[in-house]
């Protein structure tokens, strides 16, 4: 029997590495740590490996998923390594300290948090098998609530393609560049928009999928104390990592398309 083979971007710390040990610890697995530093992620790679089931295997391969020549080697390695790819665990993310706010830096957030993760994901589309997973760690700090500006929260609710997203993100960070994304309706959040275009690609991703019986949901780990917290969460990262494994591998194939295009925090489904 083939194993089932998994990638968990941004995995060499915090909810990542635990979600890495999760999927690992189960039979006949084989686990994919991408990380941006190699570094970093060997010493990671050795903590998953240690605390792995028998037989499964944990690999390392570098990725940053702001870099489109990395993004390629990586799937160039994925399908001359790994031929398939059944479960793609999103969890890198980023966010800004203290109270920075201005367009480069939105800029910035957004391609990590949404196109980082949508390129990853359309670059590695093409290895996943009808029936396959793809778990967004988002987060309820993107939820539609926090546009108050019912024309602008009503563009994200029905974009129905990634383009009208990327549409929305450039209107926001334009907006910041000009001094008016709060008279425009806007928050002042980065993160939060980042996350909320990620939140909403899920949801596109999954109706284009959908006659492919491939499962994408979207989870919120919790506010978890790990570096990007300054270690400040009310949850461990083991906590967080909870929900995205069990999207993962736990949730019985017959029950997955029920899932799919869906929000998830502590195995609930929420609102988007």
């Not at 019985?252 to 929420?270: L, Q, Y």
Request: overall charge negative; hydrophobic content about 40%; proline content about 3%.
């Amino acid at each position: 029997m083939s194993p089932l083979t998994a990638i968990v971007t941004g995995a060499n710390q915090g909810i990542g590495l635990e979600i890495a040990r999760k999927l690992a610890q189960h039979a006949n697995t084989r686990i994919v740590m991408a990380a941006r530093s190699e570094e970093k992620g060997r010493t990671a790679q050795a903590q998953v490996q240690a605390d792995a089931a028998a037989g499964s295997e944990v690999l390392l391969h570098q990725l940053d998923i702001t870099d489109s020549g990395s993004i390629a080697r990586f799937a160039e390695w994925a399908e001359q390594e790994l031929h398939t790819v059944d479960v793609l665990v999103n969890n890198a993310g980023f966010a800004f300290k203290g109270n920075a706010f201005g367009a480069e830096e939105a800029q910035q957030t957004i391609g990590v948090n949404f196109r980082g993760t949508a390129n990853v994901t359309e670059a590695l589309l093409p290895l996943i098998p009808d029936g396959g997973r793809i778990i967004n760690v988002g987060s309820s700090a993107g939820k539609l609530s926090i546009v108050k500006d019912i024309t602008l929260r009503e563009r994200f609710e029905r974009a129905a393609r990634r383009e009208e997203l990327e549409k929305l993100c450039d209107n926001f960070v334009d907006a910041i560049r000009l001094g008016k994304h709060s008279q425009e309706g806007w928050p002042s959040s980065m993160y939060g928009i980042s996350k909320l275009a990620l939140n909403q690609y899920g949801r596109v991703l999954a109706q284009q999928l959908q006659p492919r019986g491939i499962m994408v949901a979207t989870v919120c780990p919790g506010y978890c104390s790990t570096s990007m917290s300054s270690f400040g969460g009310s949850q461990s990262a083991e906590a967080g990592a909870d929900t995205p494994a069990w999207l993962a591998v736990e949730v019985p194939a017959a029950e997955a398309m029920s899932k799919s295009g869906r929000f998830f925090r502590d195995r609930k489904e929420e609102p988007f």
